[in-house]
């Protein structure tokens, strides 16, 4: 009888493990379009992007849902965002608005987190003198530069305060029972926007 080396039961065996694993490949995401090798495995380049690359202008942003403009996909991150905003929400409200909203036939909506607000800031773009950083084709218009957008971050030094976005690329925390700030005499109600995916944190 031959001897079998360790080396051999040990490539066997990883070998049976990792199969299984490539052949489902394909699984990871079923929103991706069939495979251009027309087998059952997707490659690495064929799998969607999650935050790892930059898409400029107008191709960037993509209709969601039913197509009619009721949601968008942002294809940098992959977040679905809500076209209704809300305006002059305290912190518990804008949550609640999330929660409960149904846009394109769809729920399961929430607030989103901090991180995913200032993804959406255009770094190429000049905040200087309270310049609008908004992404070029971003679909939802009425945008104002000032108007701090709630997110679901909670200020971890004080739970009292939640973290807000604005597109003049200022991040700062604010008491949850605002609903408006003050910059240079004119008021600005705090802003609302909700997102689809699956969770980015606690």
């Given at each position: 009888m031959k001897r079998v080396s360790r080396m051999m039961v040990t490539a066997t065996?990883?070998?049976a493990l990792v199969l299984p694993t490539a052949l489902y490949a394909g699984m990871l995401d079923p929103g991706a379009p069939p495979?251009?090798?027309g087998g059952t495995?997707?490659?690495?380049?064929e799998l969607k992007p999650a935050w790892d690359q930059i898409i400029p202008g107008a191709?960037?942003?993509?209709?969601?849902?039913?197509?009619?403009?009721?949601?968008?996909l942002d294809k940098e991150t992959g977040l679905v965002w809500s076209s209704s905003i809300y305006y002059s929400d305290a912190w518990e409200a804008a949550m609640e608005y999330c929660t409960t909203l149904n846009s394109g036939?769809?729920?399961?909506?929430r607030l989103p987190t901090i991180e995913e607000l200032s993804s959406l800031l255009d770094g190429t773009v000049?905040?200087?003198f309270g310049g609008n950083a908004i992404p070029t084709g971003f679909p939802i218009?009425?945008?104002y530069a000032f108007t701090p957008w709630w997110s679901s971050s909670v200020f971890s030094a004080d739970a009292s305060n939640a973290w807000t976005f604005s597109f003049t690329g200022s991040i700062a925390h604010m008491t949850k029972t605002?609903?408006?700030i003050v910059v240079g005499g004119t008021i600005f109600n705090m802003g609302t926007v909700c997102v689809r995916s699956g969770q980015q944190g606690p």
């Open positions: 065996t990883l070998a495979p251009t090798s495995m997707r490659s690495l380049d191709p960037r942003f993509v209709n969601a849902l039913d197509h009619t403009g009721v949601a968008f036939g769809r729920e399961g909506w000049s905040t200087i218009s009425n945008i605002n609903t408006s």
